[in-house]
Nanobody, 124 residues
Framework: QVHLVESGGGLVQAGGSLRLSCAAS????????MGWFRQAAGKERDIVAG????????YYADAVKGRFFIFRDNSKNTIDLQMTNLKPGDTAVYYC?????????????????WGQGTQVTVAS
């Protein structure tokens, strides 16, 4: 059973930074692509960043390119999202997700496991 737990959310002023962390368990012997998604109130859940099992490339949504950075450490089963120059529009619940595939997908429906989410609020 795969279990994902996010941490690191909170309240930050615009222009500030936060680092989200996702601790994964139950992945031993499997190879998963990982993604960070976010869902603002009243909106759909959209991908923010993704990284394949090998970590040989990264994907970022246009809205966060150059500001957010995704990292993974397969030896520790952690996936971090470093967020810089945060904007009020980044306010959302952020979710970590695992996909039973070597490659990233943009679609939330193609991810098999989800964390419980962590709230990020950016004040103007």
């Amino acid at each position: 059973q795969v279990h994902l737990v996010e941490s690191g959310g909170g309240l930050v002023q615009a222009g500030g930074s936060l680092r989200l962390s996702c601790a994964a368990s139950g992945l031993a012997g499997s190879r998963y692509a990982m993604g960070w998604f976010r869902q603002a109130a009243g909106k759909e859940r959209d991908i923010v960043a993704g990284i394949p099992w090998l970590g040989d490339y990264t994907y970022y949504a246009d809205a966060v390119k150059g500001r957010f950075f995704i990292f993974r450490d397969n030896s520790k089963n952690t996936i971090d999202l470093q967020m810089t120059n945060l904007k009020p529009g980044d306010t959302a619940v952020y979710y970590c997700a695992a996909r039973d595939s070597l490659v990233v997908s943009f679609r939330s429906s193609e991810y098999n496991f989800w964390g419980q989410g962590t709230q990020v609020t950016v004040a103007s």
